[in-house]
């Protein structure tokens, strides 16, 4: 029984499964209708590099912008940035930032790769299913590059490209124009796997122990110029 229970706990599929199944009998009887809801079976892209991992944050995030459903990330409904944005108060008094914990349930952006614990990091607090961050930056910078990507792919946006690049996309290696397309076509550029080539390339998969194929887009955008 054990045994059965962290193999459904463990698997994507069950999960997948389960989430897919209320939504679609919820949707269903709210337009009253009955049968398929979802037309695709979900699939799930592996994330082997730190900038694949922040494009598809951003991409993620990004959603209702790029569906014109949104102009700000502030307008940007039940989406984690929406949250993060409105657990960030200022007491009017005297300038204090505080916490509403709006966004409790979710993992931290920043980690410290240099003094933080290696391994999982369970939630001490138990709201949220990890105490480990996913970015090596702070949450102010993750909001400004998502703000920045923001005004460059939103529809009749006139936004332009600032006269410097942001910190994070050269830490990264990346420039503007290909931070914007990774970001808009994270869902084109990548199926079963996302990173740089030198990173795909020798990896090899659990199942099958093939390599891992990269379509050729993804592969030019993050080819490293020397």
Not at 45 to 69: F, G, H, K, Q
Not at 83 to 89: K, L, V
Not at 90 to 107: C, E, K, M, Q, W
Request: glycine share 6%; with cysteine.
């Amino acid at each position: 029984k054990c045994g059965e229970i962290r193999k459904r706990l463990s698997s994507i599929s069950w999960w997948m499964r389960l989430l897919c199944q209320r939504v679609a009998m919820r949707a269903n009887q709210e337009d009253e209708e009955s049968g398929h809801f979802f037309q695709d079976r979900f699939h799930a892209t592996r994330i082997v590099d730190e900038a694949s991992l922040l494009a598809c944050a951003a991409y993620v995030d990004l959603n209702p912008i790029r569906a014109a459903m949104a102009e700000t990330l502030e307008q940007s409904d039940h989406t984690s940035v929406q949250r993060r944005i409105e657990s960030i108060t200022t007491d009017r008094d005297d300038g204090i930032p505080v916490t509403n914990l709006r966004d409790s349930f979710l993992a931290p952006i920043s980690i410290d790769e240099r003094s933080g614990e290696i391994g999982p990091c369970v939630s001490r607090s138990g709201k949220r299913c990890s105490d480990k961050g996913f970015l090596p930056m702070s949450l102010e910078d993750y909001l400004e590059t998502l703000d920045w990507t923001a005004r460059q792919i939103a529809p009749g946006k006139c936004g332009r490209t600032p006269a410097e690049v942001p910190p994070v996309l050269k830490r990264l290696g990346l420039d503007s124009k290909t931070w914007c397309e990774l970001v808009s076509d994270f869902g084109r550029l990548f199926c079963t796997v996302a990173g740089r080539p030198e990173c795909v390339d020798p990896l090899r998969s659990h199942c099958t122990h093939r390599r891992y194929h990269l379509r050729r887009r993804a592969r030019e955008l993050l080819t490293r110029v020397d």
